[in-house]
């Protein structure tokens, strides 16, 4: 991570974060795994111009929690104040936490107006293959935010919970995400959040993870088993 900015004893941002993606990992986020020796060549032509305007970001703020009951959990403040969230059943799995991360990580907008122009012009498999490697980028920049936590937790001698997105597990509506990010300041990383608790860019994601002594896990693994399309999801990680 470079560039990082610590505005007080719990907020950091990140801004022009690292991240590496090779065309293997694209080539396993297509349909079927599959990429034929034309596609191939449009693939590095597209992972290439990419790398060059992605901007990756982040913003995180580190909270203790104060209480938890079976939907809602409430968060405090180093200075004062709190904050009440309602996951919902998801808060089962919250139940072990001693502090959270909250945060917000985006790809910034050039990734997403480049892919806009390519189909404007035409070029709907750059624009396509552009959407996907934005996918795993986006998943990339997620994996910095979890090792975060998973350095604090292995500082600590502690163990961390699962990754939780708001519209995405049990029980926590989109709508969370508004309260959710109402604790970080979101123009620091370019990003807001509209009235229908959508995120701008659209390739940001907010989410919120537990850490404490009585968790077991030393990483944030699937996400799987509090996702809301578990059901469903034919890429299931088991």
């Not at 209480?67 to 139940?95: C, M």
Request: net charge negative.
């Amino acid at each position: 991570m470079v560039a990082s900015i610590t505005t007080d004893g719990s907020l950091t941002v990140f801004s022009g974060l690292e991240i590496e993606v090779c065309i293997e990992e694209v080539i396993k986020a297509l349909p079927g795994n599959r990429c034929t020796k034309a596609m191939e060549a449009a693939l590095e032509q597209s992972l290439m111009a990419a790398r060059k305007i992605w901007c990756p970001r982040v913003v995180c703020r580190w909270l203790d929690v104060a209480d938890i009951t079976d939907e809602t959990i409430r968060l405090s403040f180093a200075q004062g104040g709190g904050l009440d969230l309602e996951p919902g059943f998801s808060t089962r799995f919250l139940a072990k936490a001693r502090q959270v991360l909250v945060a917000v990580y985006t790809l910034g907008n050039e990734l997403e107006a480049h892919g806009v122009d390519l189909s404007a012009k035409g070029d709907y498999l750059g624009a396509y293959l552009t959407d996907i490697i934005g996918l795993v980028a986006l998943d990339k920049a997620g994996e910095k935010v979890r090792r975060l936590v998973e350095e604090r937790a292995e500082t600590l001698g502690w163990g961390v919970g699962p990754f939780l997105s708001p519209g995405s597990v049990h029980g926590w509506e989109l709508t969370g995400q508004i309260d959710l990010c109402s604790v970080l300041p979101l123009e620091s990383i370019e990003v807001e959040i509209r009235g229908d608790a959508i995120l701008s860019p659209f390739k940001s994601i907010s989410c919120l993870i537990g850490l404490g002594p009585d968790y077991s896990a030393p990483t944030v693994g699937s996400t799987c088993q509090v996702c809301s399309k578990s059901d469903t999801c034919t890429m299931k990680n088991h």
